[in-house]
């Protein structure tokens, strides 16, 4: 069974930016494409980024294009997102989640979560 951590959540500034950094323990997550996921309160978890086993492919949401990367590196067993230019309605918690090796943009595809991470941002 994966397990994921996420960290590097906190509280900036419109504008600024945060690196969220995902870890997983148990089975090697290098056969597993990886998601990161937000939920705002009140609201249904969304997808915001995803990543395939080998990094080769990445999917964003359109409110993310160009201001989020996701990256990894399956040696460290690791899986990071880069947020740029971070707004007031990108507040949330952030997840991270895995899927065994298909990429996938929906939620219920995701096999693995971790417990989240709380990004706030102000305005």
């Known amino acids: 069974q994966v397990k994921l951590v996420e960290s590097g959540g906190g509280l900036v500034q419109a504008g600024g930016s945060l690196r969220l950094s995902c870890a997983a323990s148990?089975?090697?997550?290098?056969?597993?494409?990886m998601g990161w996921f937000r939920q705002a309160p009140g609201k249904e978890r969304d997808f915001v980024a995803a990543?395939?086993?080998?990094?080769?492919?990445?999917m964003y949401a359109e409110f993310v294009k160009g201001r989020f990367t996701i990256s990894r590196d399956n040696a460290k067993n690791t899986v990071s997102l880069q947020m740029n230019s971070l707004k007031p309605e990108d507040t949330a918690v952030y997840y991270c989640?895995?899927?065994?090796?298909?990429?996938?943009?929906?939620?219920?595809?995701?096999?693995?979560w971790g417990q989240g991470t709380q990004v706030t941002v102000s305005s």
């Open positions: 989640a895995a899927r065994w090796h298909t990429t996938s943009i929906d939620t219920q595809a995701y096999d693995y």
């Open positions: 148990g089975p090697p997550i290098s056969s597993y494409a």
């Open positions: 990543i395939s086993w080998s990094g080769d492919t990445t």
